[in-house]
């Protein structure tokens, strides 16, 4: 009797894990990605990013982007460099984030994850919405970064930055 239910078991898990997909989304431009606190604030491009996601079952979505700091811009070429000499550009090229974990909530998402800046590694979350139009989408997200927290103390450099995120989708 074992030797029967153990394969019916599997199978059964197999078919219900079919119903579960998780639908890849691939980023079109134009996206946003924003960073603001009182005098600074800019946006970044160079955005790649795995996002596997089900609104259905967020538990089974994976969220993964990088962007690079090199495309930093703050609309003035001062403030540019000084911004991307504090994140030491040079040495630290990329900005990623790695999700955790998705969970629903009342007001949308939230992507748990380790954000990765300037070589430190730190735990956020990202508050989100989907808005799912069938074959395309629009994911809008936002959370808060204290540069402290990731060794970037250069003057004029703000307690907290505001990030916010527009990133439309296609399957």
Do not use: C
């Amino acid at each position: 009797m074992k030797k029967i239910m153990y394969p019916m078991l599997i199978v059964l898990f197999v078919s219900f894990s079919a119903f579960i997909a998780v639908t890849t989304w691939k980023v079109k431009e134009p996206y946003e990605i924003k960073f603001a606190n009182g005098r600074i604030h800019g946006e970044f491009t160079g955005l790649k990013a795995n996002i596997q996601f089900d609104k259905a079952h967020p538990e089974e979505s994976k969220i993964s982007a990088s962007i690079d700091v090199n495309t930093l811009s703050t609309g003035f070429f001062i403030k540019t460099s000084h911004a991307k000499d504090a994140l030491d550009a040079d040495n630290y090229p990329t900005i990623s984030f790695t999700s955790t974990g998705v969970t629903k909530t009342a007001n949308g998402y939230d992507a748990n994850g380790k954000l990765t800046l300037k070589g430190v590694t730190k735990p956020v979350t990202i508050h989100f919405t989907f808005d799912d139009k069938g074959n395309e989408g629009v994911f809008k997200g936002d959370f808060r970064v204290i540069p402290k927290d990731f060794n970037i103390t250069k003057n004029g450099t703000p307690d907290d930055l505001a990030i916010t995120l527009n990133v439309p989708v296609t399957k």
